[in-house]
Nanobody, 121 residues
Framework: QVQVVESGGGLVQPGGSLRLSCTAS????????MGWYRQAPGKQRELVTT???????NYADSVKGRFTVSRDNAKNTVYLQMNSLKPEDTAVYYC???????????????WGQGTQVIVSS
């Protein structure tokens, strides 16, 4: 079994910063791409950013220059540093991990339960 758990959400004023963390745990053989997605009320879930196991990153245009993704491969953990937050960044942020699990060596995508980010004055 693989678990993905996010933390670090909360309420922040416009222009402020938050740092989200996400850890994949359980019987993991290898973790490939990890990423952050978000879903605002009444909208579809959308990609925020991804980072490969080698450190290659990809960002949505809406967050480029404001958000930074990083990861610690030894801890199967990915971070999202969010700066210059805007009200339109308000959403539930979900972590995704592409994982090969033991003992079956099967590969699958695992999602966390989400963490709420509210940007409001």
């Amino acid at each position: 079994q693989v678990q993905v758990v996010e933390s670090g959400g909360g309420l922040v004023q416009p222009g402020g910063s938050l740092r989200l963390s996400c850890t994949a745990s359980g019987r993991i053989f290898r973790t490939y791409t990890m990423g952050w997605y978000r879903q605002a009320p009444g909208k579809q879930r959308e990609l925020v950013t991804t980072v490969s196991s080698s450190g290659n990153t990809n960002y949505a245009d809406s967050v480029k220059g404001r958000f930074t993704v990083s990861r610690d491969n030894a801890k199967n953990t990915v971070y999202l540093q969010m700066n210059s937050l805007k009200p339109e960044d308000t959403a539930v942020y979900y972590c995704n991990a592409d994982v090969v699990s033991l003992p079956t060596m099967s590969r699958g995508n695992y999602w966390g339960q989400g963490t709420q980010v509210i940007v409001s004055s």
